[in-house]
């Protein structure tokens, strides 16, 4: 007898548990010890990887396979507990397919992560049950289910992560609303949506444990300009922020007294200060300590309204996308960062704005003489003459300048030569530190 066959059945199903059940099910052709051990395992994984996952077959067939494979596997484990229960699917499910095989896991008990991506027939409606699960603790749901109410008996006691990929919520948003208070010691919430008619509801963020939100909404099918008022931050614990979406007409309740680390990537259908008007949230980033300006149009809003951006006292590190246009903002950014330890300026435009105005957006500021800037970060360097004069300018400017890194393109043996050359020569009083990528 090999050695593996002889270890208890907990620690084999321990081991499966690692693999997906489609993976697992394979060790079922080794005796009949194995014939049905994997379905005692804690973690079931259906995820469909290739056409051919399923007995070699396409199209319906496929789709017949998989589910008589799900309907199989939960039929032979029984009443068994389940741990992690994964759903990825992409051919065409009905939704009372989706439902049983979801109360079936949940009747179980003892379910903490519950992963769910499928396209379904139709939006599918989310179990109810799932709502009041005790022991849920990461919920994962993507294309293919919609919520359209959250029972009053809600209650995720547990559920510290929710991911919501594409998910639509019914009733004007108070679903989702509901549902947030219903997660008493969430810390982590992803949104994200491809359309505004998924995103819509998502207008009022209210959570007091929330640490981590992500919020990506960009897609323009469905959008109405007209239609989006106002978005809502009710936020006191949150750290990280990573918000991508259009700016609402305003921001009405801004709560982000704990932000660490912000990352925006705003978009305006018209910027226009009597139209859209995001003062409250520039003005809720003052304890922000790294900040992430990583597209031309946040940059041109947080110029717009320049008067609203705050004194940034625990700012240490800030990274901007930078354009010709919209170059006069950074020296307004730095007189409100009095303890900047690190600026990044990031391309692939930098070279237009070092060329066109940048070179003077330094002149006669004299606060940068006592800038505490210690390390600036140039990305997407192409060794333009503008942008070999406004280095010179950073390295006459910043007096407290000990780093200087510069990322360049290296495609061009001929240019990558030049700036290996060029660059080291220039008069400082700091460490220079070269990078090339292709």
């Given at each position: 007898m090999d050695r593996i066959s002889g270890l208890p059945d907990e620690i084999l199903c321990h081991t499966l548990s690692f693999l997906s059940t489609k993976e697992a099910a394979s060790t079922s052709l080794l005796s009949m010890r194995w014939r049905n051990l994997f379905t005692f395992t804690p973690n079931l994984r259906f995820v469909e990887e290739d056409e051919d996952l399923f007995n070699g077959n396409t199209g319906l067939d496929v789709f017949r396979s998989f589910c008589d494979f799900v309907d199989r596997v939960l039929a032979v484990s029984g009443n068994s507990p389940v741990k992690e229960f994964t759903l990825n699917y992409h051919h065409d499910v009905e939704s009372a397919h989706i439902n049983l095989w979801i109360s079936n896991v949940l009747s179980r008990g003892v379910l903490d992560h519950l992963y769910l991506h499928v396209l379904a027939r139709g939006r599918t409606p989310l179990p109810l049950a799932v709502f009041t699960c005790k022991t849920l603790v990461k919920?994962?749901?993507?294309?293919g289910f919609v919520i359209p109410m959250v029972p009053e008996s809600a209650s995720l006691p547990a559920l510290k992560s929710l991911f919501l990929d594409c998910i639509r919520f019914d009733n004007h948003g108070y679903a989702f609303e509901a549902l947030l208070s219903a997660c008493r010691v969430l810390e982590q919430l992803l949104i994200r949506g491809m359309d505004f008619e998924d995103w819509e509801w998502c207008r009022t963020v209210s959570s007091a444990t929330l640490k981590r939100l992500t919020i990506s909404c960009l897609g323009f099918r469905g959008f109405c300009d007209a239609d989006f008022k106002s978005t809502t931050f009710d936020t006191p614990s949150l750290t990280y922020l990573d918000y991508a979406s259009f700016l609402p007409d305003e921001y009405p309740i801004v709560n982000l007294d704990s932000l660490v680390e912000a990352?925006?990537?705003?978009?305006?259908?018209?910027?226009?200060?009597?139209?859209?008007?995001p003062t409250n949230l520039i003005k809720g980033l003052r304890n922000v300590e790294i900040l992430d300006l990583s597209t031309l149009k946040t940059c041109e809003i947080f110029s717009s309204f320049g008067e609203a951006i705050p004194v940034l006292e625990n700012l240490s590190r800030l990274s901007i996308k930078?354009?010709?246009?919209?170059?006069?903002?950074?020296?307004?950014?730095?007189?409100?960062?009095?303890?900047l330890q690190t600026l990044v300026i990031k391309g692939p435009s930098a070279h237009y704005y070092f060329d066109y105005g940048g070179q003077e957006c330094l002149s006669g500021y004299s606060f940068l003489l006592s800038c505490p800037v210690k390390v600036i970060e140039i990305h997407n360097f192409c060794g333009t003459i503008g942008e070999f004069k406004q280095v010179k300018r950073f390295l006459e400017k910043f007096p407290c300048l000990e780093l200087l890194k510069v990322s360049a393109w290296g495609s061009d043996q001929e240019l990558k030569l030049q700036i290996a050359t060029d660059l080291p020569m220039l008069p400082r009083a700091c460490k220079i530190q070269l990078e090339f990528f292709p």
């Open positions: 919920l994962k749901l993507g294309r990352k925006l990537n705003l978009m305006g259908m018209r910027i226009v200060t009597n139209i859209r008007n930078t354009e010709y246009n919209y170059w006069k903002f950074l020296p307004l950014l730095l007189k409100k960062s009095p303890n």
